[in-house]
């Protein structure tokens, strides 16, 4: 079976995407647009991209090089490449991305984001609306990104784990199977449909993980420059309390919905194969997760400037609508407000740029079945 895909990005999750899939047998075209392709100019440099076997003492995963069949700045030609585009990039990133690889998409592409942060519903609205409503493409959410890993040098990657699974689901969620069908044999990790893309955002690990820890950290993660262990050393048995008060009103807005919604600690004990009785014991132990010193630095970080304001900002306006409580959700967006002088309840993903507003949960579960 000839396997091609197209990469679109050039960070972290967009070259261990290359790699990996590389290594599983796939053709990959990676995508680097101009101003963010230096990491494209240094695989060109050294002919391969390499998983490094050891780093700062640590043992890593997957170790060795891959020759990427494709490097290319052309959006176009990367576009026209393969039928499965997948989109390993930040959810802000999405939106200018689309907007230029829309004139050249074409029926029966499938376009993957990981992390989707409910960007598929973002994506198909700007579809409609600037007119290519008749391109029939599938877009695929999936809650994250299969791996835990850092560039560490010029055309070298520290991938510290992967997930035994990852969850996915498309819009129409009636074509989750087929889309699971068509991209597994490129992924190295069995893919698992979910109930629809509402339960893609509402399942993203990263909605506990990272916007609230960081938050009540900020002063030491700025003061001490991040040199932590991020999990280990921000997660205190207090800040675990408020995290566990933050999930009940995720568990709350999903139950509302329909939705069947695994706790945080379900989850991470199944994509990590753990058996930890706390999501405290999680934070705590993980050896994927602790394997490095890597935290924030800032505010500007991603786990506030994403994770807040693509994972938060959706569970308060879903809350509004469906009359659950969001204390913990309504108080850490405000603090992050303040910190980064913004307003993520307008700049965030709201339900208006979903495609969502106006609706009640029923409609928005019909729209997205």
């Not at 009103?249 to 999903?254: F, K, L, P, S, T």
Request: overall charge negative; proline content about 5%; some cysteine.
């Amino acid at each position: 079976m000839n396997k091609k895909v197209t990469i679109i990005g050039s960070g972290n999750a967009a070259l261990t995407a290359a790699y990996h899939f590389t290594l599983n047998g796939a053709d990959v075209c990676l995508y680097g647009a101009k101003g963010f392709d230096q990491p494209l100019t240094d695989i060109e440099e050294k002919g391969a991209l390499e998983a490094l076997a050891e780093f700062n003492g640590v043992t890593l995963a997957y170790p060795g090089k891959q020759k990427i069949a494709k490097i290319t700045r052309d959006l176009q030609e990367a576009v026209a490449y393969s039928d499965i585009l997948i989109l390993p990039v930040p959810a802000f990133a999405q939106e200018p991305l689309f907007n230029e690889m829309l004139p050249y998409l074409r029926d029966g592409q499938i376009l993957m984001l990981m992390p989707g942060n409910y960007g598929s519903l973002v994506l198909n609205k700007i579809k409609k609306e600037r007119g290519y409503k008749d391109v029939d493409i599938t877009f695929v959410d999936a809650i994250s990104i299969p791996w835990a890993t850092r560039i560490c040098g010029p055309a070298e990657l520290a991938i510290l784990g992967m997930k035994e699974f990852l969850p996915v689901a498309a819009l129409p969620a009636s074509r989750t199977q087929a889309a699971i069908e068509r991209l597994q044999p490129i992924f190295p990790l069995p893919l698992e449909p979910l109930q629809n893309v509402i339960a893609a955002g509402l399942e993203n690990i990263n909605y506990g993980g990272h916007p609230l820890l960081t938050t009540l950290n900020m002063g030491l993660l700025e003061n001490f420059d991040g040199k932590f262990n991020y999990y280990k050393d921000c997660c205190s048995t207090a800040t675990a309390r408020a995290a566990a008060k933050m999930e009940e009103e995720r568990q709350a807005i999903g139950k509302a919905l329909g939705l069947n919604l695994r706790t945080e600690l379900e989850m991470m004990n199944a994509l990590y194969n753990m058996d930890c009785k706390t999501v405290y014991e999680v934070n705590r132990t993980s050896e994927t997760h602790g394997k490095l010193n890597s935290a924030p630095n800032s505010s500007q970080a991603r786990y506030i400037t994403e994770d807040a304001a693509y994972l938060l900002v959706p569970c308060y306006y879903f809350g509004k609508l469906l009359g659950t409580d969001t204390t913990i959700i309504t108080s850490c967006l405000n603090i992050d407000n303040a910190y980064n002088d913004t307003n993520y309840f307008e700049t965030g993903r709201t339900l208006e740029k979903m495609g969502l507003d106006g609706m009640s949960a029923k409609e928005m579960m019909d729209f997205v079945a």
